[in-house]
């Protein structure tokens, strides 16, 4: 029986991790779950799986919880969540919390030597070289990426050494707008951003899907957790999102993870690492249903995403982390209505372009580079 820490259960990875353990039951245990606002939900899955610790994202939501579950232990806020990271009894961490707020339950749960099952892009992105430093130094800890296309890179990689590995070839669906010019992204609303042909995601991660940021973070994360030069990691446009990530090795042999998009499947290997176990949770994809899977490379003229990602990339240090500062803001603004689709580019150019490089040392350093470009862009572009 492992023990697990849901971090971000009433999103989506979250509440499909749920489906995954209900299937499991005696294989999973939830001991704790965490919701930022969808009170009602979180109650109803405190009611189902009874976990012994929760967190949310108020302490007048959390008093509110302690009169409900006086029984249980209840934390809120950023604190609540460090605490979540750290819990003895789990033997594994899910962090599927969206932004950068999940990162030192992550650094907490690395301390305590957790497999965390990582499905937060930001954490790798913003304080990768951080985090491989602990890694280091916590070696019982372990990193399962849960990220469909990183869990498929993962899974392609299994029994060969990096040394064989020649290119990283992400794939992407191209988001609510492949296709689409310029012209045409000028004046697109947030109920059209938020139209994701194949995926049903949250609102954050649909608009970085739309703009193509996702796979820029994804570029940034492959390299964090497998250590694979930028010049050897490819981005596709593949939009029957069947096939979830290949990796082509020195010898011109091409693996790849092949499978419905559907979310319940990394999530399921990422808890069973390294066995594989069947579930009624798990869809089985009908080769015979197949039509046909294209590839093609990405229009970086009008989704300039991935190429802002590789910048960040290769300049490094405290880059990276401006890049996903800089971009969750600019999608809270236009989910807001405060900015067109197009300016979330504007936005995490200009921030990159007026940032002091800094060397990540410190998760203080992290967190403050985070609060300053937070601050700019909130100043320069958050003003109604």
């Not at 790849?256 to 069973?272: H, N, R, S």
Request: glycine content about 6%; overall charge neutral.
């Amino acid at each position: 029986m492992k023990n697990i820490t849901i971090l971000g259960s009433t999103g989506s990875i979250g509440t499909n991790a749920l489906k995954v353990i209900k299937e499991k039951k005696d294989k999973f245990k939830v001991i704790g779950i965490s919701g930022y606002s969808n009170f009602d939900l979180l109650k109803k899955q405190i009611e189902e799986f009874q976990p012994k610790y929760i967190c949310i994202g108020s302490k007048s939501a959390a008093e509110e919880l302690k009169i409900l579950y006086p029984e249980k232990i209840i934390y809120f806020g950023d604190e609540g969540l460090k605490n979540m990271g750290a819990l003895d009894e789990a033997d594994i961490v899910l962090t599927a919390i969206s932004g950068s707020i999940g990162i030192e339950a992550t650094v907490e749960a690395i301390k305590k030597e957790k497999r965390i099952a990582l499905a937060n892009k930001e954490t790798m992105v913003a304080a990768g070289e951080y985090i491989n430093k602990l890694l280091k130094k916590y070696p019982k800890a372990e990193v399962i990426p849960v990220d469909s296309e990183h869990s498929a890179l993962f899974q392609s990689m299994q029994g060969s050494g990096k040394n064989e590995v020649k290119t990283l070839i992400i794939t992407a669906s191209g988001g609510t707008f492949r296709g689409k010019t310029l012209e045409y992204l000028k004046n697109v609303t947030v109920e059209e951003a938020l139209k994701h042909p194949n995926w049903s995601m949250g609102k954050k991660i649909t608009i970085d899907s739309s703009t193509l940021v996702n796979k820029g973070l994804e570029v940034i994360e492959a390299h964090m957790l497998f250590n694979i030069d930028y010049d050897n990691i490819e981005v596709l446009v593949h939009p029957q999102s069947i096939v979830h990530s290949m990796v082509e090795f020195v010898d011109s042999s091409i693996i790849a993870q092949i499978g419905v998009p559907d979310m319940k499947l990394p999530i399921q290997y990422a808890f069973t690492y390294p066995d594989r176990e069947a579930s009624t949770a798990l869809e089985k994809l009908n080769l015979k249903k197949l039509k046909e899977l294209t590839f093609d490379e990405i229009n970086s003229d009008v989704f300039k995403g991935v190429q802002l990602a590789f910048k960040a990339g290769r300049i490094g240090k405290s880059m990276p982390c401006v890049f996903n500062s800089a971009n969750e803001v600019a999608v809270e603004l236009f989910l807001k209505g405060k900015i067109k689709f197009l300016d979330i580019y504007e936005i995490i150019e200009s921030a990159m372009a007026q940032h002091e490089l800094k060397a990540i040392e410190t998760l203080e350093i992290i967190k403050n580079i985070d609060k300053e470009t937070r601050k700019w862009v909130y100043e320069n572009y958050g003003r109604d």
